[in-house]
């Protein structure tokens, strides 16, 4: 007996309500990238070994897939990964095609990457990322665009979020202040976990760290104390936090130059906040002290969005890195962008029940034949309606009537045109609308209006 087949844990087949559905999310999130001037590049699915170890810390590490080599030489060819991210390989393009680029050059990419994670409900082995970047500038417009950008996508998916936002110089500042500046990437780390794993957890975790008693009681003003999203309608004002994290860190510069990028960050996004009270969805923003992102390669403002009606982790999250092209030699260039989840999307908007209605509909009308004859008839409409720019299908033989009307009703197919001796004789086709029952004789032209379809 053959073996049923299966998949690897943590992947998934996706059928075609999914794929509608899923284009729908990337086809909303590349129009609002090309808004902004971005545009798409692809890099491939495996990268040599060298170009991703140590570069997502040493929790990212341990995930990454490693592929096997075959077809070379095993001696002499390097070994190989499936990416972890979007960010990292498109660093190592930056640098290996830094002649042809225009800078800051803008990019964004839909590709899949590879985590060898425990598969869990909104965590996947494999899944999408919408990576947009922005590298070659300093400028914190870079920021803004990006809040505009996570604002403007989940307005057109009707998700109301909250995005979190911290400062990697914040948190070295802290660590310089708690006098444990070589503890950062442990501090980060571990607090990083605080939604996951609790208040506890995350202080047993910095003492293993090498953290003391004290220096862990003096953060505890910072873990105990996470934001929580404003109510709709309501704003947050972070010049308060950022007044008193002002006075917490006036020992440390670091620390107060990531004071002085949020306080323009926010100041950027209230002189740009729109007016239009109208939109679908509810966006703010919290300053969160509590957001660390652990990858090592952030340097500046970090991000995380939440969807707020749904309980599913982060489903947008990035930062700004100032040296991430300096590890394949090209040090001094900064950039920032940020990740779409497109797989925890999806499954906020399925739980919300946020997917436009219409998705599956993309045939408009099928044709349905009595007889060979009328099916070369059908064929021959068919062609000058695709010419039309109409979604046209013809059921491919001329059997019961009632399964050619069933395979419409099971596609959702709108309209269907049924083609017998008398439709033929006249030069016209019977059309059926498969939601009201009501039939009428029309001609070529008559469909040939696209418009016809649309009513």
Request: glycine share 8%; with cysteine; charged share 25%.
């Given at each position: ?34 808004l ?17 170890m ?48 225009s ?35 300093n ?171 749904a ?37 906020v ?19 349905a ?10 064929l ?9 720019g ?66």
């Open positions: 007996m053959a073996q049923k087949p299966s998949i690897p844990k943590g992947t998934r087949d996706f059928g075609q309500v999914e794929m509608a559905r899923r284009n729908y999310i990337f086809d909303t999130i590349k129009s609002v990238f090309t902004y001037g971005f545009q798409q590049i692809e890099t491939p699915a495996m990268e040599n070994i060298g170009t991703l140590g570069k997502y810390g040493e929790e990212g590490d341990k995930l990454l897939f490693r592929v096997q080599n075959s077809g070379e030489k095993a001696a002499l060819a390097p070994e190989k990964g499936l990416r972890y991210d979007l960010t990292v390989p498109f660093a190592r393009y930056v640098v290996q095609h830094r002649e042809e680029l800078f800051p050059f803008k990019r964004f990419q839909i590709q899949p990457v590879w985590r060898a994670d425990r598969p869990q409900k909104g965590r996947y082995r494999e899944f999408y990322q919408c990576d947009v970047d922005v590298i070659g500038s400028s914190l417009i870079g920021e803004l665009e990006l809040i505009q950008i996570v604002e403007e996508v989940y307005r057109r998916l009707g998700i109301n979020v909250c995005l979190h936002i911290n400062n990697r110089k914040i948190l070295a500042g802290i660590a310089e202040v708690i006098g444990a500046p070589d503890k950062i990437v442990d501090i980060t780390v571990a607090i990083d976990k605080l939604d996951k794993i609790g208040v506890e957890a995350v202080n047993d975790e910095l003492k293993e760290r090498g953290l003391t008693d004290d220096q862990v009681a003096k953060l505890q003003p910072i873990l105990t104390t996470p934001p929580q999203p404003s109510p709709q309608g309501r704003e947050n004002d972070p010049k308060a936090k950022l007044a008193e994290l002002r006075e917490f860190l006036a020992g440390s510069e670091i620390g107060l130059k990531g004071v002085e990028e949020m306080e323009e960050v926010f100041d950027l996004v209230e002189s740009q906040k729109s007016k239009d009270r109208s939109a679908q969805s509810h966006f703010s923003i919290e300053l969160d002290l509590c957001l660390a992102r652990g990858l090592n390669y952030y340097t500046g403002a970090i991000f995380e969005v939440k969807a707020l009606d309980q599913i982790g982060s489903i947008t999250g990035g930062g700004r890195y100032d040296n991430l092209t300096g590890i394949f030699g090209l040090p001094g260039v900064s950039g920032v962008g940020i990740s779409f989840g497109a797989d925890r999307i999806y499954d908007l399925t739980e919300l029940d946020l997917f436009p209605k219409e998705l599956l509909t993309t045939t408009q009308v099928l044709f034949t009595f007889g060979s004859d009328e099916l070369h008839y059908a021959g409409w068919a062609k000058e309606l695709r010419k039309a109409i979604a046209v299908e013809v059921y491919p033989e001329p059997t019961k009537m009632k399964k050619q009307m069933g395979y419409a009703d099971a596609k959702g197919i709108p309209f269907v045109a049924i083609v017998g001796g008398d439709e033929m004789a006249q030069n016209k086709v019977m059309l059926k609308n498969m939601t009201t029952g009501e039939q009428q004789l029309v001609d070529l032209e008559h469909l040939k209006n696209s418009t016809f379809f649309a009513r």
